[in-house]
C-alpha cells in the first residue's frame, strides 16, 4: 500500500521581500541626488536675481516714470508717463534722437573696427607662437598683460600717456620728426581713435588666447598633410587653421562684441567722464543723459532699447551661425 506525504510549505521564488523601512530610506536617497543639482544652483540663481534680475526689471520700471531729480528723492511721487520717454527717444526728429542716432553709430563703427583688429591681432599672435622656440613663454606672458592689469590702471596709464604737452606719445612722434606741433589725443577728432587704441590694446589679448587655445586642438599631421601636398602659409592658414577654429571663432567674437558696444569703464576713465562728441559712445551718452541731466526714465528708456538690441543682434548671429554649422 503506498504512502503518501503531505506537501510542505511552498517558498517564493522571486527576490526577497525589502523592508518597509529600508525602501523608503533608499527612496529619500534617490530624492536627495536628484534635488542635490537644483540645490546647488540655488546661490547662484538668488544671485543672479539680485545682480541682474530685480536691477534690470527696475530700470525698466524707471523708463515708464518720469523720474527726474525732482522726484529722485521718494519714486512713488514720480508721475507715471507710460510709454513717453521710448517716443521721445525714438523720434529722430528732435535734438535727442539726433544725439542718440549719432552716438549709435559712432558705437557701431567703434565695435566693429575694435572687434576686428583684435580679431586680427590675436589670430596673428597665435599662429606666430604655435610653434615652440626659444623664447616662446616669455612671449605669452608679455602678450598677456594688458588682460590681466586691472582696467581702471590700463586706461589711466593711456590717459596720461596722451596728454599733449608731457605724454609720450606727442614726445615719441616730435623726436621722430612726425608732428610740428603737438596734437590734442583726448578731445576733437583724434579722441576716437585715442579710445580705439585703448580698446584694441585691452582686447587683443582676450582674443590671442582663445585662440591659442583652439589652435591646440589642431591636428599637426594635418599642417605636414597640407605641406606635402604644396600647401603655402596662406593656404594652410584658410583651409586648415581658420576652418578648425571657428567654433572658437563664433564664441570669441559674440563675446567681444557684447563687451566693447557696452564698454563704459574705457571711454569714462580716458575722457574724465565727459567724452567728445567723436568719441560718444552710447554706453557715455545713457550715462549723461541719467546722471548729468538727472533725466533717469530717458535714460533708463535708452538702456532698454541698447538691450533689447543686443538681444535681437545676439539671437541673430547665434540663429545663422547654428544653421551654417548644421549644413556644414
Keep these: 500500500m503506498a504512502t503518501t506525504t503531505a506537501p510542505g510549505p511552498v517558498r517564493p521564488t522571486g527576490p526577497p521581500a525589502v523592508p518597509a523601512a529600508a525602501g523608503r530610506r533608499a527612496r529619500r ?147 621722430l620728426g612726425l608732428v610740428d606741433e603737438p596734437p590734442f589725443w583726448l578731445i576733437g577728432g583724434n579722441s576716437f581713435w585715442s579710445l580705439l587704441v585703448v580698446s584694441v590694446w585691452r582686447s587683443w589679448p582676450f582674443a590671442f588666447l582663445c585662440i591659442m587655445a583652439g589652435l591646440q586642438n589642431v591636428p599637426a599631421d594635418l599642417y605636414e598633410a597640407a605641406a606635402m601636398d604644396g600647401a603655402g602659409f596662406w593656404r594652410r592658414l584658410g583651409s586648415v587653421t581658420l576652418p578648425l577654429l571657428r567654433p572658437v571663432n563664433q564664441v570669441l567674437l559674440l563675446v567681444l562684441f557684447l563687451w566693447t558696444f557696452n564698454d563704459f569703464t574705457t571711454p569714462y576713465v580716458l575722457f574724465g567722464g565727459a567724452a567728445p562728441r567723436e568719441a560718444d559712445l552710447i554706453s557715455i551718452h545713457i550715462y549723461e543723459s541719467s546722471f548729468v541731466t538727472w533725466n533717469f526714465g530717458l535714460g533708463s528708456a535708452m538702456s532698454v532699447l541698447l538691450l533689447l538690441f543686443l538681444l535681437v543682434v545676439t539671437a541673430v548671429y547665434l540663429l545663422v551661425t547654428n544653421r551654417r554649422r548644421a549644413y556644414a
Design 29 to 175: 536617497r534617490k530624492s536627495r541626488r536628484l534635488l542635490l543639482p537644483y540645490l546647488l544652483l540655488v546661490p547662484a540663481l538668488v544671485l543672479e536675481l539680485g545682480v541682474h534680475i530685480v536691477p534690470m526689471l527696475v530700470g525698466v520700471w524707471m523708463s515708464l516714470l518720469e523720474l527726474t531729480q525732482f522726484h529722485i528723492r521718494d519714486w512713488s511721487t514720480a508721475p507715471f508717463t507710460g510709454l513717453e520717454n521710448y517716443r521721445v527717444t525714438l523720434d529722430l526728429d528732435s535734438a535727442t534722437g539726433k544725439d542718440l542716432v549719432h552716438s549709435f553709430w559712432v558705437t557701431v563703427v567703434y565695435t566693429v573696427a575694435s572687434v576686428g583688429l583684435s580679431w586680427v591681432l590675436g589670430l596673428a599672435a597665435a599662429v606666430f607662437l604655435q610653434r615652440p622656440f626659444r623664447g616662446r613663454a616669455l612671449l605669452r606672458t608679455l602678450f598677456l598683460t594688458p588682460y590681466a592689469l586691472p582696467v581702471y590702471t590700463a586706461v589711466i596709464t593711456w590717459s596720461f600717456l596722451f596728454q599733449r604737452d608731457t605724454g609720450l606719445v606727442n614726445h615719441v612722434l616730435a623726436q
